[in-house]
């Protein structure tokens, strides 16, 4: 050994290894699983408490799908069915939101209020907003039509798991107290956990949107 030369200790640090690397990534992975699912159990539980109606002066009807040739899908047939329920229970002003989509023939409020002018309902009584891409704007649109009118407490008719978080945006938008009717959607289990793990994330980005302002 040379004078003044040291010999260097073994260094105690542990290097992580692969396996530890995946056992991390796995609990991370499940941490995202339970997280998840608990976003679809918060939008199940807020679709099971929506209050009934308690008084309203005018009907929003959120659109849906409308088929190649032109006649309401299956959800915005339930819609559809939902909004005369409610209509003839209380007729009042009835506002029907959508503006045409890639593969859609027609605006949907277009064919909304088709349907219901042909199933009684007067056609003055049946206001379109058929310019509106989203949930945001269908009710901002709304509140413009309604406005005109003096019409501050709306029911908002849409499927029921997306009922709670469109009338949030209705309150967001300036709606006095707005109430709710959800129709149904498709029971299948396929077809049921596709629209709830959808709402779930929509309801994340409602929040950012809404508390952490970001343009999304």
């Known amino acids: 050994m040379k004078p003044h030369e040291t010999t ?48 309203y002066d005018a009907i929003i009807v959120l659109g849906a799908q409308v088929k190649p040739d032109g006649e309401p899908s299956v959800q915005l047939h339930w819609r559809l069915d939902k909004a005369l329920e409610m209509y003839r229970a209380y007729p009042c002003v009835v506002v029907v939101c959508g503006a045409q989509g890639g593969m859609e023939p027609r605006p949907e409020a277009d064919v909304m209020r088709e349907w219901m002018i042909a199933q009684g309902v007067p056609a003055d009584q049946v206001y379109t907003d058929a310019l509106s891409m989203d949930t945001r704007e269908n009710m901002e649109n709304a509140k413009t039509i309604l406005d005109g009118m003096g019409l501050t407490r709306p029911l908002v008719v849409t499927s029921d798991y997306h009922l709670p978080r469109a009338m949030a945006i209705a309150a967001d938008a300036g709606f006095d107290d707005p109430q709710g009717a959800g129709s149904l959607c498709r029971p299948e289990f396929e077809f049921w956990f596709q629209n709830h793990s959808r709402e779930a994330l929509a309801w994340v980005k409602y929040w950012l949107v809404r508390y952490v302002g970001l343009p999304l």
């Open 8 to 55: 260097r200790k073994p260094s105690t640090r542990r290097r992580p290894t692969v396996g530890r690397l995946l056992r991390l990534m796995g609990w991370l992975a499940l941490l995202a699983v339970v997280a998840y699912g608990a976003l679809i159990g918060y939008v199940c539980y807020r679709e099971a408490h929506v209050p009934a109606p308690a008084g």
